[in-house]
């Protein structure tokens, strides 16, 4: 994790409300409290959650009665976890031999260019998370872009945009005639 992960995961705005603390508590149940059920709960914490906020991991290290470094270190070991909030959606570009050789690190840098952002972060918007990923699996479609559980094969620039234009135009509140945003 780098210096700038780690200042990004102290500013995250995460509210411990009871509701959350409920969800916790299901969780560290079903794993009856064992520190040695720690990467399934972190795995159970995180399907619930979507990441792994710092008040979270503050919160299980009280309640497993293990130090937060303790928990840090196992977490950042393992790529899966991820400490900070993801956007609304998850773009995934495939770095695997075939999406490689036909561009995939072209597409990624225009990705990145676009949203402003760099693989593992988030558009201040929060609509947006980029990541890359080794293999999809979807080599007859190369180069490939996952958004959410939507794929997107034989990339080209112009395809990125289209898509990306798609997905802001769904995130935009509607406007009445009158101009007001409606809910």
């Known amino acids: 994790m780098s210096t700038n992960s780690i200042s990004k995961l102290t500013t995250q705005d ?9 969800k916790i508590s299901k969780i560290l149940e079903t ?3 064992d520190p040695k059920n720690l990467i399934q709960i972190l795995q159970d ?9 710092e008040k979270i991991i503050s919160h299980i290290a009280k ?3 293990i130090s937060e470094h303790h928990i840090f270190g196992v977490a950042t070991f393992y790529s899966q976890f991820k ?3 993801p956007g609304k959606h998850i773009i995934r570009v495939c770095m695997g031999t075939a999406c490689h050789v036909l561009g995939a690190q072209s597409l990624l840098d225009n990705l990145s260019r676009d949203l402003g952002i760099n ?3 988030t558009t201040k918007d929060d609509l947006f998370s980029l990541e890359s990923v080794y293999c999809l699996g979807c080599c007859a479609l190369a180069p490939v872009m996952v958004i959410d559980e939507d794929v997107y094969g034989s990339m080209t620039a112009a395809k990125v945009n289209r898509i990306l234009r798609k997905y ?3 995130a935009k509140p509607k406007q009445n ?4 945003n409606k809910k």
């Open 63 to 65: 309640e497993l009665k």
């Open 14 to 22: 995460f509210e411990l409300n009871s509701n959350a603390k409920q």
């Open 177 to 180: 005639k009158s101009g007001a």
């Open 83 to 85: 400490f900070i909030k």
């Open 31 to 33: 794993s009856n409290h």
């Open 119 to 121: 693989t593992g972060e």
């Open 168 to 170: 802001r135009k769904e």
């Open 45 to 53: 914490l995180q399907d619930e959650f979507k990441y792994l906020p």
